[in-house]
C-alpha cells in the first residue's frame, strides 16, 4: 500500500512541481512584494499597508475596476447565452458532418491569437476604412466611431471577446448536451413536455456544472483581459477602456512601481477567488433523476 | 539481450570519440548583445552589426542586435535588467528611467564621456546625464517635433507653402482653410493631424509644443511640483486652445487614425512630428508632396525639446561591460555617426555633421536651424517622467473627447502629478 502511495505521489509530482513553479511562486512573490516600495537604485523597503491604502484610494484604479466590470457584465452573459443556444442549435444537427463543421467554425476564432484577433477587429471598427462602416453605409445606416468613441469603445470590445470565446465555450456545452441520456427525453416526452419544457426540466438542469463552470471560466477570462485592449485602444479614448490588468501593466512596466502593481495583482486574485467561491456556491446543484 | 547490450555498447563505443574529440581550433567569437526598441530604424540598428564585424577583427567581439517590439518594451528590459539572465550588453533607453528610477546603468569612462561632451550640439549636452554623470550616448539629433505641410493641400487652400505662417493665430487661420467638411459637418479632410489615440504619454509630448508656445511648462524647473505649473493660467489657455482645434473649430478629428497615417493618406494636411518622420514619409507615402518649417510660437516659441532623449547605455552587470565600452569607443566619431544615421536618414548627432553635405540637402535643414535659434524649452528628465505624462495626458485627451474643462481637467491632473512626485 505504501509503495502504491509513494507511486502515487511520484505520478502527481510534475503537475505539482510545475503548479507550483508556475502559479504559486509568484502568487507568493506577488504577496511579499505588495508590502515592498522599490525605490531609486532598484532596492526594496518594507512599508507594510501603504501601497494598499494608496492604491485602494486612487480613484484611476476604482475607474479601472469600474471600466473592467462593465465590460464583464456585456460579455459573459452574452457569451454563454449565445454558446448554449448555438450549441443546442448544433445538438440538433442530424448531420454529423455539418455539425463538425460548424464546429469548427465557431471553435476557429479561439485559435487565433488574441493580438491578431484584436489588430482584425481594429480594422473592422475603423470609422474611415472599417468594414462595419462599409457595411452601415451600404443600408444607408450612419456610420460610427466604434473604438474611438467613450460610449461605444466598452461594448465594441466585448463584442471581441464574445467572438474569441464563444467557441470554446460551445464546445464545452456540445460534449454536455451529446452526453445526456435520450431517455431522459424519451420520458419527459412520455410526461406530455413539450420541447420547452424539456430544455428548462432537463437539459438546463443537467447542463448545471458546465454553465456555472463556462461562466466562472469567461468571468476570469474577462476580468484579466489585456491583449485585446493593449493591442486596439491601449484604454483609450480619454482611459474610457483602461481595465484593471492594463493598469497593472503600466503601473509595473511604465511606471516601475512594482509594489503598486503587486497590490493590483493580489485584488485581482482575491476578488477572482471571492466571486468564483461565491458563484459555486449558489449556483452549482447537483441534479439527479 | 546479451547481443542487444553489446551492440548497445558498440555504439556508444563508436560515439564517444566524436563527443570527446576537442572541437577544431576555429578562432573564438564572443559577442555584445545590443538591444533596441526602434523597429523603425533597422539600417540604424544593423550599422552596430555592421560595425560589430570589424571591431571583431581587433578584438574578437561581435555585436548582436536584437530589436524589441516598441510596445511593451519596458517589459522585457525590465525583466532582463532585474533577473540579470538574458540581459543585453548594451541597450537603447531614457538615461532617467534606467539610470535614475533603477540602478542598470554603467557610468561611461570619463575620457569616452569628455569627447561627447564635447562633440554634441549644446542643447543635446544633457542628454543621457543623469544627477551630472553622463551614462548614455544620445543617439537622436532632431528628436524635437517641427511641422510637416503636405504643400499640395496647402496650395489647394490658397496658402503660399514658401511662406509658412509664423504665429498660432495664423496657423489657426491656415488649418481652418485647409479643413474640409462633408455635408453632414464631418471632417474629411483635416487641417492639423492631431494625436489622440495610444498611450497618455504620447498624447502629452504631441501637446507640449503647444503648452511651451503659450508660455506654459508641466513642472517647475527643479522638477519637484506640477501645482501651478502644469495648471497654470497659461496651461489651462494653451489646452482650451488644444480642445477648441477638435471641439470648435473641428480643424482636427478624432475620427481620424495616427497623425502619421492621416498626413501620409492626405487626409491631414499638416502634422507636427520629428526629424525621423522625413524618411518615414518618402517610404510609406512617396506621392506626398511636403516641406518641413519650424513650429509657429505664440507668446513664446516651442523650441527643440523633446520628452524622449533616447540613448546606448551599457548594462552595469553586464559581464562584459569592459568591451562595450571599448565597442562604444571605436564608433563614437563623426564618421560613424554620420554613416549611421544617413543609412535611415535621420539626423546626425555630432556637431561637426550638422553642416555636411547630407544634412544640408535634407527637406529638415532650414527648419532644424530655425528650431535650434529658439530658446531652448523646458526639460522633463525625470526618473518618474512616464508617470508624471501619463497623468498630464489623461487630463489633455479628456478635454480632447469633451470630458471636461481644461480647468479642473488639469487642477486634478497637477494634484496628481503632485502625488507621485512626493511618493
Known amino acids: ?289 | 539481450m546479451r547481443r542487444l547490450t553489446w551492440c548497445s555498447l558498440a555504439l556508444v563505443l563508436s560515439v564517444a570519440p566524436l563527443v570527446l574529440a576537442p572541437a577544431p581550433s576555429t578562432p573564438q567569437t564572443k559577442k555584445l548583445v545590443y538591444w533596441t526598441h526602434w523597429e523603425q530604424n533597422p539600417e540604424f540598428n544593423k550599422f552596430y552589426e555592421t560595425r560589430g564585424k570589424d571591431f571583431a577583427q581587433k578584438t574578437g567581439w561581435e555585436v548582436q542586435v536584437v530589436t524589441v517590439p516598441y510596445q511593451g518594451y519596458e517589459a522585457k528590459y525590465l525583466a532582463a535588467l532585474v533577473g540579470k539572465s538574458g540581459a543585453p550588453d548594451i541597450y537603447m533607453g531614457m538615461t532617467h528611467h534606467w539610470c535614475g528610477q533603477y540602478d542598470f546603468c554603467d557610468r561611461m569612462p570619463a575620457e569616452l564621456a569628455k569627447t561627447w561632451d564635447e562633440n554634441l550640439p549644446k542643447y543635446m549636452v544633457g542628454v543621457g546625464k543623469w544627477k551630472g554623470a553622463r551614462y548614455g550616448i544620445p543617439i537622436e539629433h532632431g528628436n524635437f517635433q517641427q511641422m510637416y505641410i503636405n504643400v499640395d493641400l496647402w496650395k489647394k487652400a490658397g496658402l503660399d507653402p514658401d511662406k509658412p505662417v509664423k504665429t498660432l493665430d495664423d496657423w489657426l487661420a491656415a488649418m481652418k482653410k485647409l479643413t474640409v467638411l462633408d455635408a453632414k459637418g464631418e471632417t474629411t479632410q483635416a487641417g492639423f493631424a492631431l494625436r489622440h489615440k495610444g498611450h497618455p504619454v504620447g498624447i502629452t509630448d504631441k501637446f507640449l509644443p503647444f503648452a511651451h508656445a503659450f508660455g506654459a511648462r508641466m513642472l517647475s524647473p527643479n522638477l519637484e511640483q506640477a501645482t501651478g505649473f502644469a495648471n497654470s493660467a497659461d496651461m489651462v489657455a494653451a489646452l482650451q486652445f488644444y480642445q477648441d482645434l477638435v471641439q470648435k473649430h473641428k480643424v482636427a478629428s478624432l475620427a481620424f487614425p495616427t497623425p502619421e497615417d492621416a498626413f501620409g493618406q492626405k487626409r491631414g494636411a499638416t502634422i507636427f512630428r520629428e526629424s525621423w518622420f522625413f524618411g518615414w514619409v518618402k517610404k510609406n507615402a512617396p506621392d506626398v508632396t511636403f516641406k518641413v518649417v519650424a513650429l509657429p510660437c505664440g507668446k513664446a516659441c516651442p523650441g527643440a525639446g523633446n520628452l524622449f532623449p533616447w540613448t546606448n547605455l551599457v548594462y552595469k552587470n553586464s559581464p562584459n561591460k569592459q568591451a562595450a565600452w571599448e565597442f562604444m569607443r571605436f564608433i563614437s566619431n563623426a564618421k560613424d555617426d554620420l554613416d549611421q544615421h544617413q543609412a535611415q536618414g535621420i539626423l546626425p548627432v555630432w556637431t561637426a555633421n550638422l553642416e555636411s553635405g547630407y544634412v544640408k540637402a535634407r527637406p529638415d535643414y532650414q527648419s532644424t536651424q530655425d528650431m535650434l535659434k529658439q530658446p531652448v524649452p523646458p526639460e522633463y528628465y525625470h526618473p518618474k517622467s512616464n508617470e508624471l505624462a501619463t497623468a498630464f495626458g489623461e487630463a489633455v485627451v479628456a478635454a480632447l473627447y469633451g470630458k471636461g474643462q481644461p480647468k479642473p481637467l488639469l487642477d486634478e491632473a497637477a494634484a496628481k502629478m503632485d502625488r507621485v512626485l512626493k511618493d
Not at chain 1, 440538433?92 to 476564432?109: G, Q
Not at chain 1, 464574445?162 to 441520456?181: E, H, K, N, S, Y
Not at chain 1, 435520450?182 to 420541447?195: F, H, M, Q, V, W
Not at chain 1, 503598486?260 to 439527479?288: C, G, I, K, P
Open chain 1, 1 to 289: 500500500m505504501a509503495r502504491q502511495r509513494r507511486a502515487g505521489f511520484f505520478f502527481v509530482l510534475p503537475a505539482l512541481a510545475y503548479f507550483g513553479l508556475v502559479f504559486l511562486v509568484p502568487l507568493v512573490e506577488s504577496v511579499i512584494g505588495s508590502f515592498y516600495r522599490t525605490v531609486p537604485g532598484g532596492e526594496s523597503r518594507f512599508v507594510g499597508l501603504r501601497l494598499y491604502a494608496k492604491v485602494l484610494s486612487d480613484p484611476t484604479f476604482w475607474q479601472a475596476v469600474a471600466n473592467t466590470v462593465s465590460l464583464l457584465v456585456m460579455s459573459v452573459p452574452t457569451t454563454v447565452v449565445l454558446a448554449l443556444a448555438v450549441a443546442l442549435g448544433l445538438h440538433r444537427l442530424a448531420s454529423l458532418r455539418w455539425r463538425s463543421a460548424w464546429t469548427a467554425m465557431y471553435f476557429l476564432p479561439f485559435s487565433v491569437s488574441l493580438v491578431a484577433a484584436a489588430l482584425i477587429w481594429q480594422w473592422m471598427y475603423d470609422p474611415i476604412y472599417g468594414f462595419l462602416n462599409h457595411l452601415l453605409g451600404q443600408v444607408g445606416l450612419p456610420t460610427q466611431k466604434w473604438l474611438q468613441s467613450l460610449e461605444q469603445v466598452r461594448p465594441s470590445l466585448a463584442l471581441v471577446n464574445v467572438w474569441v470565446r464563444l467557441g470554446f465555450d460551445t464546445i464545452i456545452f456540445l460534449a454536455a448536451l451529446q452526453a445526456i441520456p435520450t431517455e431522459y427525453y424519451e420520458a419527459a416526452s412520455i410526461d406530455g413536455a413539450g420541447p420547452a419544457r424539456a430544455l428548462r426540466h432537463v437539459t438546463l438542469p443537467l447542463l448545471n456544472p458546465q454553465i456555472v463552470m463556462v461562466t466562472m471560466l469567461e468571468l476570469i477570462f474577462n476580468f484579466k483581459v489585456f491583449d485585446t485592449v493593449y493591442a486596439t485602444t491601449q484604454g483609450g479614448p480619454a482611459g474610457a477602456s483602461q481595465t484593471v490588468i492594463m493598469l497593472l501593466y503600466d503601473t509595473a512596466f511604465k511606471y516601475f512601481r512594482l509594489g503598486d502593481a503587486s497590490v493590483m495583482a493580489v485584488f485581482v486574485f482575491v476578488s477572482l477567488l471571492l466571486v468564483t467561491l461565491l458563484q459555486w456556491r449558489l449556483f452549482r446543484r447537483q441534479v439527479e433523476y
